[in-house]
């Protein structure tokens, strides 16, 4: 276990669940429990057993499926009802029954809330705080508090919110944390407030803030440097509405910016692949621009940027990519000037020290193609071709098209097939395949494979993984140009290659072509 002197508490399967569009099944949530613990988290929220049966099944099963190294689970739920025993409330057994060693109470510290939502006194909300915390903390159980509210209910009131803080912690709490529940607050008031709460009540004192305002992780390091020593947050920023703060965000600020220590040793190294393993099982694609964990975090794409790089990578990088388990990338588009293409050579293995004639013409190269619509920041495989070529270290090419006839028939009974014939030269042979597919492109694919086959028969490894088509608008204005990006993979690695052309089979064939020949001669598969 890590030094409890501060906490890192994830609540993506409880509160992150409540994103739009996340829907977890136990095995998911088993899932993700077992991420967050190789992580080094130090405490997991589970969700409402009682309250929601998939969540006390998760902790059901976890009692004999989740070995947790680092984190503890924590059961999450409501304070006893009001006007009754809380030896009597259902809810509350619940959380007992669950047999987490940890439990998050939530509580109401808004007196608005109490009176209108809860409609029962404030007396009364202070006594089911304090029984509620006295009866688990009876049984064994660790408390923190969740104070709902409680920024928006201490600008109304700045004294009620203190007093249920003080109520828990007579009743044996450990951590009262202080909720930006409607995420309405900024930094500069957040630290205001934190300070105060701290120097009232001099108890431990944890936050939770929403992103409504887009400052969930500001506000979170603002607490922190305010004196909070518990930190609430959700995988990504998943959860209701905009989403909660961001746990990855969140540790990156703490460890890198604040010096502190809060991950086991080696473990933040992990935190894309982690990232993106819970994205995954979220089935939401993530975020290219998300901090520190997004693949363009790292990314630069002005030739200014490249410039600098080239001299120094930290003149424009905030840290090494390689602290958060990250990489660097160098984005060649119509902005590239010369140190752009020779750092992007580099990260591609293709040498071009000493060879400026080369990078002339690649950066007038890459010029004039993205002006007519070409776009390599995201193909990459294309580009390498490119530089290849330039070089002369492309080799000869290992086909040559001579034509391709592609045909669309709808049948009488409904059924669209296309058929598509390639003629092509490979190894001094001519070759003329045809084959059939669901769409134009698919049987354009096919066909071009079953002619190489003959040849290199390593590529009947090849897969279509993904196909883009994107229209652009003409910039002579006489009509549309289509891009095309296609992602090849081997079942090893995957590659992308583009093609434009105002036909989107003339543009899907350049893709083609660009995708096989980079997997013939440069290893791909």
Same mark, same amino acid.
């Not at 809330?113 to 064994?140: C, I, K, Q, S």
């Not at 008031?189 to 001099?202: A, D, L, N």
């Given at each position: 276990?890590?030094?409890?002197?501060?906490?890192?508490?994830?609540?993506?399967?409880?509160?992150?669940?409540?994103?739009?569009?996340?829907?977890?099944?136990?095995?998911?949530?088993?899932?993700?429990?077992?991420?967050?613990?190789?992580?080094?988290?130090?405490?997991?929220?589970?969700?409402?057993?009682? $309250?929601?049966?998939?969540?006390?099944?998760?902790?059901?099963?976890?009692?004999?499926?989740?070995?947790?190294?680092?984190?503890?689970?924590?059961?999450?739920?409501?304070?006893?009802?009001?006007?009754?025993?809380?030896?009597? #409330?259902?809810?509350?057994?619940?959380?007992?029954?669950?047999?987490?060693?940890?439990?998050?109470?939530?509580?109401?510290? #808004?007196?608005?809330? !109490?009176?209108?939502?809860?409609?029962?006194?404030?007396?009364?909300?202070?006594?089911?705080?304090?029984?509620?915390? %006295?009866?688990?903390?009876?049984?064994?159980?660790?408390?923190?508090?969740?104070c709902e509210h409680f920024f928006d209910g201490y600008?109304? #009131?700045?004294?009620?919110? !203190? %007093?249920?803080?003080?109520?828990?912690?007579?009743?044996?709490?450990?951590?009262?944390?202080?909720?930006?529940?409607?995420?309405g607050m900024l930094p500069l008031g957040m630290h205001?407030?934190?300070?105060?709460?701290?120097?009232?009540?001099?108890?431990?004192?944890?936050?939770?803030?929403?992103?409504?305002?887009?400052? *969930?992780?500001?506000?979170?390091?603002?607490?922190?440097?305010?004196?909070?020593?518990?930190?609430?947050?959700?995988?990504?920023?998943?959860?209701?509405?905009?989403?909660?703060?961001?746990?990855?965000?969140?540790?990156?600020?703490?460890?890198?910016?604040?010096?502190?220590?809060?991950?086991?040793?080696?473990?933040?190294?992990?935190?894309?692949?982690?990232?993106?393993?819970?994205?995954?099982?979220?089935?939401? *694609?993530?975020?290219?621009?998300? $901090?520190?964990?997004?693949?363009?975090?790292?990314?630069?794409?002005?030739?200014?940027?490249?410039?600098?790089?080239?001299?120094?990578?930290?003149?424009?990088?905030?840290?090494?990519?390689?602290?958060?388990?990250?990489?660097?990338?160098?984005?060649?588009?119509?902005? *590239?000037?010369?140190?752009?293409?020779?750092?992007?050579?580099?990260?591609?293995?293709?040498?071009?020290?000493?060879?400026?004639?080369?990078?002339?013409?690649?950066?007038?190269?890459?010029?004039?193609?993205?002006?007519?619509?070409?776009?390599?920041?995201?193909?990459?495989?294309?580009?390498?071709?490119?530089?290849?070529?330039?070089?002369?270290?492309?080799?000869?090419?290992?086909?040559?098209?001579?034509?391709?006839? !592609?045909?669309?028939?709808?049948?009488?009974?409904?059924?669209?097939?296309?058929?598509?014939?390639?003629?092509?030269?490979?190894?001094?042979?001519?070759?003329?395949?045809?084959?059939?597919?669901?769409?134009?492109?698919?049987?354009?694919?096919?066909?071009?494979?079953?002619?190489?086959?003959?040849?290199?028969?390593?590529?009947?490894?090849?897969?279509?993984?993904?196909?883009?088509?994107?229209?652009?608008?003409?910039?002579?204005?006489?009509?549309?140009?289509?891009?095309?990006?296609?992602?090849?993979?081997?079942?090893?690695?995957?590659?992308?290659?583009?093609?434009?052309?105002?036909?989107?089979?003339?543009?899907?064939?350049?893709?083609?072509?660009?995708?096989?020949?980079?997997?013939?001669?440069?290893?791909?598969?």
């Amino acid at each position: 276990m890590l030094d409890d002197s501060f906490h890192v508490y994830d609540t993506t399967l409880r509160d992150g669940a409540q994103a739009e569009g996340i829907s977890y099944s136990v095995s998911d949530k088993l899932a993700v429990a077992r991420l967050l613990d190789e992580l080094g988290v130090g405490f997991i929220e589970g969700g409402w057993p009682g $309250a929601m049966p998939k969540d006390t099944e998760f902790f059901a099963r976890a009692r004999t499926e989740l070995d947790l190294r680092h984190a503890q689970l924590v059961a999450f739920g409501a304070t006893r009802k009001a006007g009754i025993a809380v030896e009597q #409330d259902a809810q509350v057994r619940a959380l007992l029954d669950s047999q987490a060693p940890v439990v998050c109470l939530v509580a109401k510290s #808004d007196v608005r809330h !109490v009176t209108e939502a809860l409609r029962t006194t404030l007396e009364e909300n202070l006594a089911m705080v304090a029984d509620t915390v %006295r009866f688990l903390a009876g049984e064994g159980r660790r408390i923190f508090l969740d104070c709902e509210h409680f920024f928006d209910g201490y600008a109304a #009131d700045p004294d009620y919110g !203190v %007093r249920v803080l003080e109520a828990a912690f007579a009743a044996g709490a450990d951590v009262g944390v202080l909720c930006d529940t409607n995420g309405g607050m900024l930094p500069l008031g957040m630290h205001e407030v934190v300070s105060q709460v701290s120097r009232r009540t001099g108890v431990r004192l944890g936050i939770h803030c929403q992103n409504d305002t887009g400052c *969930a992780v500001a506000n979170t390091l603002a607490a922190v440097q305010a004196g909070v020593t518990h930190v609430q947050c959700t995988a990504n920023g998943y959860g209701e509405r905009v989403g909660n703060a961001d746990l990855f965000a969140v540790l990156g600020g703490l460890v890198t910016k604040l010096d502190r220590d809060v991950l086991p040793a080696g473990r933040l190294t992990e935190m894309v692949r982690v990232s993106h393993a819970i994205a995954e099982i979220a089935n939401i *694609a993530p975020d290219t621009r998300q $901090a520190y964990v997004g693949a363009s975090a790292f990314a630069h794409k002005a030739g200014l940027h490249a410039s600098a790089i080239k001299v120094r990578p930290e003149l424009y990088n905030h840290l090494d990519p390689a602290v958060v388990g990250n990489d660097m990338r160098i984005l060649v588009t119509e902005m *590239a000037g010369r140190a752009s293409v020779e750092l992007k050579g580099r990260e591609l293995g293709v040498d071009l020290a000493g060879r400026p004639d080369v990078v002339g013409r690649v950066v007038s190269r890459v010029k004039e193609l993205e002006a007519a619509g070409w776009s390599f920041e995201a193909a990459d495989a294309s580009f390498e071709l490119m530089l290849r070529d330039e070089l002369g270290s492309g080799g000869e090419r290992p086909f040559r098209l001579e034509s391709y006839r !592609v045909l669309v028939e709808r049948r009488p009974d409904g059924e669209v097939v296309s058929e598509a014939t390639v003629k092509l030269h490979a190894k001094d042979e001519r070759i003329i395949a045809t084959a059939e597919g669901n769409g134009p492109v698919n049987a354009l694919d096919r066909a071009l494979r079953q002619a190489l086959e003959q040849m290199y028969p390593e590529l009947a490894m090849l897969q279509l993984v993904d196909y883009k088509v994107r229209i652009l608008a003409s910039s002579h204005g006489t009509g549309a140009v289509t891009r095309v990006l296609i992602d090849t993979g081997n079942g090893r690695r995957e590659w992308t290659t583009v093609g434009v052309h105002a036909n989107v089979v003339e543009a899907s064939w350049l893709a083609l072509d660009d995708a096989v020949r980079y997997g013939l001669l440069s290893g791909g598969l």
